[in-house]
Nanobody
């Protein structure tokens, strides 16, 4: 089992920045990919960004490219999501997730472990 704990959410004005953190514990050696997803009220959970745990390959949803950066610190078993130039449409609960294979990183159903989520609210 892998446990994931997110932190760093909050309220920020449009144009501002936040950094989310996700600490993994347990059988972290089984992780191949870490991802960030978000879910706004009344909407489906959507992929935001992903990173391979060993090689560092990164993946982004089109609407966040150039604004969000995903990174990892293997020594701390932590993945980060730096979010800049935030927009009101970025408002959602953000979830950290981990998967044991490197296939199809954009589909939430392919992930094996999930954190509890952290709220991000961007005011206009």
């Amino acid at each position: 089992q892998v446990q994931l704990v997110e932190s760093g959410g909050g309220l920020v004005q449009a144009g501002g920045s936040l950094r989310l953190s996700c600490v993994a514990s347990g059988r972290t050696f089984s992780i191949a990919v870490m991802g960030w997803f978000r879910q706004a009220p009344g909407k489906e959970r959507e992929f935001v960004a992903g990173i391979s745990w060993s090689g560092g390959s990164t993946y982004y949803e089109d609407s966040v490219k150039g604004r969000f950066t995903i990174s990892r610190d293997n020594a701390k078993n932590t993945v980060y999501l730096q979010m800049n130039s935030l927009k009101p449409e970025d408002t959602a609960v953000y979830y950290c997730a981990a998967k044991k294979n490197s296939l199809v990183v954009r589909l939430p159903n392919n992930y094996d472990y999930w954190g509890q989520g952290t709220q991000v609210t961007v005011s206009s």
